[in-house]
Nanobody, 123 residues
Framework: QVQLAESGGGLVQAGGSLRLSCVASRRTFMGWFRQAPGKEREFVAAISWSGGSTYYVDSVKGRFTISRDSAKNTGYLQINSLKPEDTAVYYC????????????????????WGQGTQVTVSS
């Protein structure tokens, strides 16, 4: 089992920033997803543990940055220039099968999920 624990969410005004953290019990490919009320869970960003490959959904490009600290087994999602539409529960997830290839955006491909951290952006 791979255990994940997200943190860093909170209430922030539009234009503000947060840094979300995900502590994992294993170093592996990590993705971030979010789910807003009444909407399907959507892919946000992903990173290989080496940091050699990163991926973002178009709506967050230029505002969000995914990274990791291998020494701490921790992944990060820096979320800047926040908008009310960024309000959601943010989840980290890991894929333990090796290279996820072109399926990084599919939530069903990930093996373990954290419980999520709430991000609320006020106008």
């Amino acid at each position: 089992q791979v255990q994940l624990a997200e943190s860093g969410g909170g209430l922030v005004q539009a234009g503000g920033s947060l840094r979300l953290s995900c502590v994992a019990s294993r170093r592996t490919f990590m993705g971030w997803f979010r789910q807003a009320p009444g909407k399907e869970r959507e892919f946000v960003a992903a990173i290989s543990w080496s940091g050699g490959s990163t991926y973002y959904v178009d709506s967050v490009k230029g505002r969000f940055t995914i990274s990791r600290d291998s020494a701490k087994n921790t992944g990060y999602l820096q979320i800047n220039s926040l908008k009310p539409e960024d309000t959601a529960v943010y989840y980290c997830a890991v894929f333990i099968g090796g290279s996820i290839g072109r399926y990084y955006y599919e939530s069903s491909k990930y093996d373990y999920w954290g419980q999520g951290t709430q991000v609320t952006v006020s106008s």
